[in-house]
């Protein structure tokens, strides 16, 4: 099967509902670019209007304002609607949409029936190719329904791939496997599209799955884009409150600014922990007496035991280790990490640590932290 050299290009989409309680608008306006191979995700909670943009891609939705491009070409517009079958595209529905009273083969060449350009020989042989691709080699003539879930997944991404389609639309397609295959699957799917170079739009409300798969993550809330970047950058140096909260960072803390340093490209934050603490603001911009908030993740922690007479003091201009005394108040056992509720002031941190060495409650500690795994958010 041959590498695609598929495009997404989405310009002020824009898509309203007429519902009992008024007007819905389910997409505000928003716009991003996929390039060439790239594995794009959407990731939001329900409702955000991810399921929608989707199906603004895919042809099954007519959209109220906006343009969509596919490899180049309008799709849709004010002026201009593409059907479905005419947009070069393949997509993997969340409930997979497998035909019950056709075979495994059979529901794998109906796209190309469809096409009506391909002779049998050829289906049969393009059949064969996206079976072995989804390592479903030898199951053509079994009935579609006797298939286990995982399989059923996997044949619905082989109708998906059989026509080569520029790009892959994929709505939520591990959500119905169990724990263990969807950590399975996720791996396949990675590798599969990978190898195939082909441009993918992956539609989740699972961070993990947005994490393992995707190049690029775009976050959305109530119709809009919230922030978009690299998995990475995502995770660990969220730049608003809604990121970091859903991306898991549980320390997320209103502070003042007390000092900024051009120099060292540090920020000395007042955030009621009884020192005040150092924080990389990278590119944020920030005034003195700026109200702001920074996030710190649990796993970007240390503890210590602190000892009598133990009471560092923090200085912006010596040090970008931060270390804040506080009581251990709730011990979680988790097997791989110790997860610690430790009260710091009035502020209740939340830590990760391995379990090597364990600090019952109403313990003494240091929590400690580098500068660089803090930082600053925009609210949102």
């Known amino acids: 099967m041959m590498k695609t050299t598929g495009t ?26 996929v390039g060439v191979g790239e594995f794009y995700t959407v990731l939001g909670p329900s409702g ?3 399921t929608t943009t989707l199906r603004g891609l895919a042809g099954l ?23 479905p079958y005419r947009r070069p595209i393949g997509m993997v529905f969340q409930s997979y ?25 050829e289906i049969a042989t393009k059949v064969d190719e996206a079976l072995g691709l989804v390592q479903l080699q030898g199951l053509g003539g079994r009935p579609a329904p006797n298939l286990s879930g995982g399989q059923q997944q996997r044949l619905a991404l082989a109708r998906a791939l059989v026509s080569a389609p520029a790009v892959l639309l994929l709505d939520e397609p591990l959500s119905n496997l169990d724990a263990k295959l969807r950590e399975e699957m996720r791996l396949e799917l990675k590798n599969l ?49 809604f990121t970091a909260g859903f991306f898991g960072v549980n320390n997320i803390l209103a502070a003042e600014v007390i000092r900024s ?12 922990l009884g020192k005040h603490i150092l ?36 200085q912006a201009d010596e040090t970008d280790l931060n270390r804040l005394e506080g009581i251990v108040k709730e011990v979680v056992f ?23 060495h364990l600090f019952p409650e109403n313990s003494s500690v240091n929590i400690l932290f580098d500068s660089k795994h803090a930082c600053l958010l925009e609210q949102s």
């Open 61 to 83: 939705e007519q959209i109220d304002d906006g343009e969509i491009r596919i490899s180049g070409e309008v799709v849709a517009s004010r002026q201009k609607y593409v059907p």
């Open 97 to 121: 949409a497998i035909w019950p009273h056709m075979t495994v083969a059979e529901n794998v060449a109906f796209p190309l029936r469809n096409e009506k350009k391909y002779s049998r020989r």
């Open 193 to 241: 599209v990978r190898r195939l170079g082909i441009t993918t739009f992956y539609v989740t409300h699972d961070q993990l799955e947005a994490l393992v798969l995707s190049d690029r993550i775009a976050l959305m809330r109530d119709g809009i884009i919230i922030e978009e970047g690299k998995q990475y950058d995502l995770y660990m140096y969220p730049r608003h409150t």
């Open 8 to 33: 997404v290009s989405v310009s002020n989409l824009k898509k309203k509902y007429l519902t009992r309680e008024g007007t819905v608008e389910a997409v505000k306006g928003i716009s991003f670019e």
């Open 334 to 356: 988790l097997g791989d990490s110790i997860d610690y509720r430790i009260a710091v002031k009035d502020v209740l941190i939340r830590l990760k640590a391995h379990p090597e």
């Open 48 to 50: 955000c209007g991810k």
């Open 279 to 314: 924080v990389e603001k990278r590119d944020t911009h920030v005034e003195i007496g700026q109200k702001i908030h920074v996030a710190i993740r649990p796993e970007n922690l240390g503890i210590e035991r602190r000892k009598s007479g133990d009471s560092r003091s923090i």
């Open 261 to 272: 340093d051009p120099t060292s490209g540090r920020v000395q934050l007042d955030a009621g």
